[in-house]
């Protein structure tokens, strides 16, 4: 809901003559810290566990790789605006961290994070400018598990997803920069796994570089 209505006020604000489109794609990294996971069975019978801090994997450049895309509207004055953002990163969790019956799990198609931003762009007219954001959406994981030997894939919508990030914007031509960020988000999503749900907290730094043209 919150993503939708930031779309609508983007489109709403399309016609204004102060303003200035963004369109901007990124590929990068990422390091998620070690987290502990809750097991949590469909019912009594079912496994109910918490692990130790499991150490998790990024396979930032295994395809798919990571990847993100915004789009965003700004005033010309003020250096201010609003943005979508699409995150696509995984999270892949060390075997020798995981106790029985977790045999395998992983965040692998991602954990996708959908955003609604609120972006600050530094004025002026030096080719180097300065750029911050921080968003919340929400996390829509794949996961991919193996529970007591049955596996399970699926995408979901799941919890909140919050971002802050910030990085120099670079003036190469009269509508085209290159960018460089540094990038923290966090999402607990619960994912569904045979005979239950497996929740986590994926608190993540990303370096990210692309391409933003405006028009």
Same mark, same amino acid.
């Given at each position: 809901?919150?993503v939708?209505?930031?779309?609508g006020?983007?489109?709403?604000f399309?016609?204004?003559a102060?303003?200035?489109w963004?369109?901007?794609?990124f590929?990068g990294?990422?390091a998620?810290?070690?987290?502990?996971?809750?097991?949590?069975g469909?019912s009594p019978a079912e496994?109910?566990?918490?692990?130790?801090?499991?150490?998790?994997d990024?396979k930032s450049?295994?395809?798919?790789p990571?990847y993100g895309y915004?789009?965003g509207?700004?005033?010309?004055r003020?250096?201010?605006?609003?943005?979508a953002?699409?995150i696509?990163?995984?999270v892949?969790?060390?075997?020798?961290d995981?106790?029985?019956?977790?045999?395998?799990?992983s965040i692998s198609?991602?954990?996708n994070?959908?955003?609604g931003?609120i972006?600050w762009?530094?004025r002026?007219r030096g080719?180097?400018?300065?750029a911050?954001r921080?968003? $919340?959406?929400? /996390?829509?994981?794949?996961g991919?598990?193996? %529970?007591? #030997?049955?596996?399970r894939? =699926?995408y979901?919508?799941s919890?909140?997803?919050l971002?802050g990030a910030?990085?120099?914007?670079i003036v190469v031509?009269p509508?085209?920069?290159?960018f460089a960020?540094y990038?923290?988000?966090? $999402?607990?999503? /619960?994912?569904?796994v045979?005979?239950g749900? %497996?929740r #986590?907290?994926?608190t993540t =730094?990303?370096?990210?570089t692309?391409?933003a043209?405006t028009w």
């Amino acid at each position: 809901m919150r993503v939708c209505c930031l779309l609508g006020l983007l489109f709403a604000f399309a016609d204004s003559a102060e303003a200035a489109w963004t369109a901007m794609a990124f590929l990068g990294g990422t390091a998620t810290a070690a987290a502990s996971l809750r097991l949590a069975g469909a019912s009594p019978a079912e496994p109910h566990l918490e692990t130790p801090p499991v150490h998790f994997d990024s396979k930032s450049f295994t395809p798919p790789p990571y990847y993100g895309y915004r789009l965003g509207w700004n005033a010309s004055r003020g250096g201010l605006g609003i943005e979508a953002e699409l995150i696509h990163m995984k999270v892949y969790a060390r075997a020798a961290d995981l106790p029985a019956p977790i045999e395998r799990f992983s965040i692998s198609h991602g954990l996708n994070l959908l955003l609604g931003n609120i972006v600050w762009r530094q004025r002026g007219r030096g080719r180097v400018r300065l750029a911050a954001r921080v968003g $919340a959406g929400i /996390a829509i994981p794949h996961g991919e598990s193996r %529970i007591g #030997g049955v596996e399970r894939e =699926q995408y979901e919508i799941s919890s909140l997803a919050l971002q802050g990030a910030a990085g120099p914007e670079i003036v190469v031509a009269p509508h085209a920069r290159v960018f460089a960020e540094y990038k923290l988000t966090t $999402a607990a999503p /619960a994912v569904s796994v045979a005979g239950g749900t %497996i929740r #986590g907290r994926y608190t993540t =730094q990303h370096l990210a570089t692309g391409l933003a043209f405006t028009w």
